[in-house]
Nanobody, 124 residues
């Protein structure tokens, strides 16, 4: 069983930055594809970014491309989401996700493990 715990959310002004972290409890973390999703009030769950197990491949939603950077440190069982140039429309609960065999991209429909979420609020 894999447990994912996010941190780093908070309140920030538009144009500011935040870095989200997601720590995994599993020993097999280095072999998992990881990703981030978000859900804003009244909106559907949406893909934000994904990263392959070896960090050679990264994926981004068009809405965050050029502003957000996903990375991972397998020695620390941690995946990060550096969010720059934040906009009010980035306000959402951000969820960490892990897949054992499938990359996490815009078209991914199956997620093996979810974190509990961390709130990001961007004020205008």
């Amino acid at each position: 069983q894999v447990q994912l715990v996010e941190s780093g959310g908070g309140l920030v002004q538009a144009g500011g930055s935040l870095r989200l972290s997601c720590v995994s409890s599993g020993r097999t973390f280095p072999w998992y594809a990881m990703g981030w999703f978000r859900q804003a009030p009244g909106k559907e769950h949406e893909f934000v970014s994904g990263i392959s197990w070896n960090a050679l491949s990264t994926y981004y939603a068009d809405s965050v491309k050029g502003r957000f950077i996903i990375s991972r440190d397998n020695a620390k069982n941690t995946v990060y989401l550096q969010m720059n140039g934040l906009k009010p429309e980035d306000t959402a609960v951000y969820y960490c996700a892990a897949n054992q065999f499938q990359q996490i991209t815009l078209t991914t429909r199956r997620i093996d493990y979810w974190g509990q979420g961390t709130q990001v609020t961007v004020s205008s």
